[in-house]
């Protein structure tokens, strides 16, 4: 199966995005159009996903705050991220719920790789991290380690909706707004931060590439 991929310009609006993401993963679910990602980025904004803390949203009044069903806790969008919507039928790719999470995660690791960065999976914390050797320990004195992608996903019908947002150039001061995903005492970082000069249009090539060594 190849999924229909489309880059949608300028800054796109959560609840009209989020509105035809949906209902483009009915039509998948009825049969009646292919599976989709869509490559997008936000204006800025705070979502809370279904277990979200209200504790864990510190500035409500910096950011718009949509309520969204997709899994997981707060999260930030906004320029410089891509957010990955992935449309697809994970009911013809096994209905296994816990290895498609694994693959999204697997094709963030792989799409970094492609810019020689080493993404891991930490357990207890969702989404892709990275060692942070260049900046001074944690209080423990454990390596620090800065979040670089996010995941969340629903699944309705077999078919997901929502999906994956990487950090390429980010202001990632915005993130202080919120306890990302409910974890604390761990930073945020993007390609960019990392001394990176990854563009957009880079990571799109690297995603499209990546995508079917994992999901194919």
């Known amino acids: 199966m190849t999924p229909e991929w489309s880059i949608l310009p300028g800054l796109s609006p959560y609840q009209d ?8 993963a009915e039509a998948i679910a009825a049969g009646t ?26 500035d409500p009044d910096r950011f718009p705050v ?3 069903r997709r899994g997981g806790q707060y999260t930030y969008h906004g320029p410089g991220q891509r957010v990955v919507y992935t449309m697809l039928d994970v009911g013809a790719r096994g209905r296994d719920v816990r290895q498609f999470v694994w693959q999204l995660e697997e094709w963030v690791i792989a799409t970094l790789d492609a810019f020689n960065v080493k993404g891991e999976r930490r357990a207890g914390r969702v989404g ?15 390596p620090r380690e800065d979040k670089i992608a996010a995941i969340g996903v629903r699944l309705r019908r077999w078919v997901s909706f929502h999906g994956i947002a990487i950090n390429v150039e980010p202001d990632l001061s915005h993130f202080g707004g919120i306890v990302p995903c409910g974890i604390q005492g761990h930073g945020v970082t993007s390609l960019v ?14 995603l ?9």
């Open 17 to 24: 995005t989020c509105a035809r993401m949906e209902a483009r």
């Open 128 to 142: 892709v991290w990275v060692v942070r050797p260049d900046l001074p320990p944690a209080a423990d004195g454990s």
């Open 66 to 68: 949509f309520q969204t």
């Open 208 to 216: 499209q590439q990546t995508f079917p060594r994992v999901f194919d």
């Open 193 to 206: 931060d990392l001394g990176l000069p990854v563009t957009m249009a880079d990571l799109d090539v690297a």
């Open 33 to 58: 159009a292919p599976e989709a990602i869509w490559l997008l980025e936000h204006p800025p904004l705070y979502t809370a996903g279904t277990s979200a803390d209200p504790r864990d949203l510190t």
